[in-house]
């Protein structure tokens, strides 16, 4: 005992004369401590009763649905249908190598990391089977002029993902979502197309890598297991209006079907069912078929007119034999959407010109569809491409692009230009648009202080002469110049973007300018239903921008054009 002492007493006052190595010693102590515990707390195997540990023992949801590290990528509508080796090949090498007893066994880690996890898996569980929505029928060929799903479209270069695109054509009735390139979504209640091997939809989807999001003309379908059956009703169908019957039916509406007990719901399931974009309600009689220049809705007439209620539906107009009532269906008119560059390097620069705010991009969107080229732009904006305008990368003196779009002002920069199209818009909707833009992104809306505050006030005063002296500067330095009120395309689109087209050269046919007209609206349309509870214009604002209309008013007359619409003054 007095030898331990010693050799105690000895140990202290050498620790004493060196505290560094003391310190030093008991840290290396403790953390040697802290890893032994760490790893009994992963690889130790608590005892379980034999019915918790043998799947085959327990209930199919205790058993059969044990859950694994790889079906965290299930939780968000996809079902588990194929084996191992497929799982594998679509979802990503986290499923492979997880045989059933593997599988298990990561279920049954201990501590607080165990527990965390199975909560995870559990909500991610419970998750799937409320949004259960989806199921992988296979890899499908896939061509720009002749899409297999004829539905909506849309594109997401970004951050696509399986989920969001069965969750757009869920919400919109479809009956099947398909997935290409990565990045594109595509919606259809038929697939027109033949079924090729699943290797062939070898492309990530760009917001969710390891989900495969189909391929170069390859789609990933899944066919929507819709929660309801009037989800794929009329509910989402877009009354037109009533309409003179053609003058040659069966070449402007091909398909017709005699309907003794007539709704509207019937009428636009037959036609959604046919992959037409139109229904057209003829009292016992409905027609499917296209816009066309034998039947473009142009001239609707007096609802008094197609005003005899559908035998099967009380409170709704089914049309009569001679005066139609139209509805526009699910179905996307394809004749539109193909879009492709320049297939030889223009000579000449046309620029898309206007003001912040005017509409630039939803006119690009108008000219894409109308030419099927895409546009370019001046400067890049990474979510614009991300959403489709693949002419955004392009530099802007690249020829590949129809028409380039830019908010420049100043005579250097429009001298550069060969031609425009001068899109101007009322400065007072321009300056929200714009100040949302600035504050909210493309389709967002700028958040209630930023409209109280001081960057309103502050904006526009440095924006509103800059909207005056952008259309000014575009008149006095441009070489041709087509101006364009952004008011105008909205109220007659047809005739408004022929103009368009014209400038730029491209001869288009009027069936595809009234494909455009139904396609017209685009993912950049921001949304109407949020407005401002009170005008944030004060008198004094007011007074400046309307100085500055006049201004505008009198350069445009000057030049034997229309003036600004009477809307602009007063407001």
Known sequence: MAKLWFKFQRCFRYFRRKPVRFFTLLALYLTAGSLVFLHSGFVGQPAVPQSQASPAAGSPAEGAE?????????????????????????????????????????????????????????????????????????????????????????????????????????????????????????????????????????M???????SVCGGVNRLSVYRLQLAQESARRYGSAVFRGCFRRPNNLSLALPVTAAMPNMSVDKCVDLCTEKEYPLAALAGTACHCGFPTTRFPLHDRED???????????????????????????QVQDNRCMDRRFL??????????????????????????????????????????????????????????TICIKTHESGQKEIEAFDAAILLIRNPYKALMAEFNRKYGGHIGFAAHAHWKGKEWPEFVRNYAPWWATHTLDWLKFG????????????????????????????????????????????????????????????????????????????????????????AYSPR
């Open 66 to 202: 044990l859950p694994f590290l790889g079906d965290l990528h299930l939780g968000r509508g996809f079902r588990d249908t194929g084996e191992a080796s497929s799982i594998s090949r679509r979802y990503g090498p986290s499923f492979k190598s997880k045989e059933p007893s593997e599988r298990a066994k990561l279920g049954d880690y201990g501590g607080a990391w165990s527990r965390a996890l199975k909560g995870r898996v559990v909500r991610e569980k419970e998750k799937e089977k409320e949004e259960e929505r989806a199921k992988y029928i296979g890899c499908y060929l896939d061509d720009t002029q002749s899409r297999a799903l004829r539905g909506v479209s849309f594109f997401d270069y970004k951050k696509m993902t399986v989920f969001r695109c069965q969750d757009n054509c869920a919400e919109r009735g479809y009956l099947y979502a398909g997935l290409e390139f990565g990045a594109e979504c595509y919606c259809g209640h038929k697939i027109q197309a033949a079924n090729v091997s699943d290797s062939e939809c070898d």
């Open 204 to 210: 990530d989807c760009k917001g969710e890598r390891g």
């Open 303 to 329: 609802e008094q007119l197609c005003a005899q209620k559908c035998s099967a539906e009380e409170f709704e107009s089914c049309g009569t034999p001679s005066y139609f009532i139209v509805y526009q269906t």
């Open 343 to 400: 297939p030889a390097k223009s000579k000449k620069l046309i620029a898309l010109a206007s003001f912040p705010g005017a509409g630039n991009t939803w006119a690009r969107h108008l000219i894409e569809l109308a030419t099927g080229f895409y546009t370019g732009s001046y400067y890049f904006d990474g979510s614009l491409y991300n959403k489709g305008f693949k002419g955004e990368r392009d530099h802007w003196r690249s020829g590949r």
């Open 479 to 566: 070489k041709t110049v087509l101006v364009v009120h952004f008011e105008d395309l909205k109220q007659d689109l047809f005739a408004q973007l022929g103009r368009m087209v014209s400038l730029l050269g491209v001869a288009v046919r009027e069936d595809r300018l009234l494909c455009v007209e139904s396609q017209k609206d685009g993912n950049f349309k921001r949304s109407g239903l949020r407005k401002l509870e009170y005008d944030p214009y004060t008198a004094e604002m007011r007074r400046t921008i309307a100085a500055y209309i006049r201004m505008v008013d009198t350069a445009l007359r000057s030049r034997n054009l229309t003036g600004v619409p009477d």
